[in-house]
């Protein structure tokens, strides 16, 4: 792993208080046991307690609270603690619960130059604390205000990370670029990252050769527009998309961008625990199904409904009744006053009458059988219906009208 260069112990700030934590990060996988030394305002990080010179340093001017961790560590006597700054959350872990609240307070009173009333710690070790929040504010005073360091948003007066940069830009410093590039080795070897003035940016690579050989190249702005990759003989590019496929395309692909995708859960889910035993479960809450999109259906105007038909019934002494009517209209001069007349009723079919044998006949039969037309006898109904004779009438008359109306 390179080593940073950076101020030796005697060139920083007072140190107020000094120690051994295990850093972790977001970008961190692993966390890693550094010694660390509150000097100032400023942590500096180094690999070892007898090295002089630090790897990382974090500035706590953007600090925005400290927080206990209540997980559990494998080492049940460490307790950690939640640093969080305006760009990111670090975890800590310290030694033991009374070396976690001297940091917290230590951390609080140089950051906030006030110490906070709410840490579990002995009169002596407050005291130690307000006399740092004095030294502090003294050397605040002495010393030249450094400018803020910008925010990654703002590093870029003509480039907005965000949605303008490539996707290999990963917001790291230099050391963290070498360590974000030996991790993920096998996803690519090329990243874009800020400069180390605030409104540059430099390219960070790694290939192997009898081990890890890192490169960085400097990206500097040019006053007409767009950037210049700063070597022997300078390149201009006039994006840094130019710039990273230039770099690509020169070295016949054998640098690749390194583009990290971050996964995302796909649903959501809680951790909750059984009220009876205590046993805890990972739930996930039912979805509701999408709504149904309403199907549109044109609007019909609605026909017009058809005139009902009317059925008229038709007797056979309708037909009758009117022919009748007709001739007696002819044979009569005035026509005579309407009668209320009884209901129709329809005539049935004739039914055959049975015959009689001669022999059955009574004599009474017989005697009126005599005085009665023989004419009439035999077209008669026995059972005083409308004689057959008028009926075959009827119907020739009916099958003449339907020629003529044909």
């Known amino acids: 792993m390179a080593k940073r260069t950076g101020r030796l112990k005697n060139q920083l700030p007072t140190c107020y208080y000094e120690g051994y934590l295990e850093k972790r990060s977001f970008k961190d996988k692993t966390s890693r046991k550094l010694w660390t030394c509150l000097c100032g305002n400023t942590l500096f990080f180094f690999n070892d307690k007898r090295d002089s010179d630090y790897v990382e340093k974090m500035d706590l001017r953007g600090l925005i609270s ?107 410093s230099r050391l963290e670029a070498e360590l974000l590039l030996d991790r993920e080795a096998k996803r690519g070897n090329l990243l874009l990252r800020p400069g180390s003035s605030g409104n540059s940016f430099a390219v960070s690579t790694r290939q192997d050769h009898d081990g890890p050989v890192f490169r960085h190249y400097r990206l500097t702005r040019n006053p007409e527009g767009g950037f210049i990759i700063d070597v022997d003989n300078p390149v201009h590019c006039d994006t840094l998309y130019e710039v990273i496929d230039y770099l690509v395309e020169k070295t016949d692909r054998v640098l690749i961008p390194l583009i990290i995708e971050e996964a995302y859960e796909k649903n959501i889910s809680f951790i909750q625990s059984d009220k009876e035993n205590g046993e805890q479960k990972v739930v996930v809450p039912p979805t509701l199904p999408p709504k149904p999109v309403a199907i549109k259906i044109p609007h019909r105007e609605p026909e017009p409904e058809p005139d009902p038909i009317i059925e008229e019934n038709i007797y056979l002494n309708d037909e009758f009744e009117e022919e009748k009517g007709e001739e007696e209209e002819d044979s009569s001069p005035a026509p005579l006053p309407p009668e209320n007349k009884p209901q129709k009723k329809p005539l049935m079919p004739p039914i055959a009458a049975p015959r009689r044998s001669l022999n059955a006949a009574t004599p009474s039969s017989t005697a009126s059988s005599t005085n009665t037309d023989p004419r009439m006898r035999s077209d008669t109904d026995p059972y005083k219906h409308m004689p057959l004779a008028t009926i075959s009438e009827l119907k020739l008359k009916f099958e003449q009208r339907a020629k003529t109306q044909q």
């Open 66 to 172: 400290i927080t206990d961790d209540s997980s559990q560590d494998r080492n049940l006597d460490a307790a950690r603690l939640n640093v969080q700054m305006k760009d990111e959350n670090i975890k800590f872990t310290a030694p033991n619960a009374e070396a976690r609240e001297l940091w917290k307070g230590y951390i609080n009173s140089v950051a906030k130059l006030s110490v906070p009333t709410s840490l579990n710690l002995l009169p002596g070790q407050i005291h130690m604390l307000k006399e740092a929040v004095e030294n502090e504010r003294e050397r605040q005073k002495s010393a030249p205000q450094p400018p803020p360091p910008p925010p990654a948003a703002s590093c870029s007066p003509y480039v907005t990370p965000q949605p303008d940069m490539p996707a290999c830009y990963h917001a790291v």
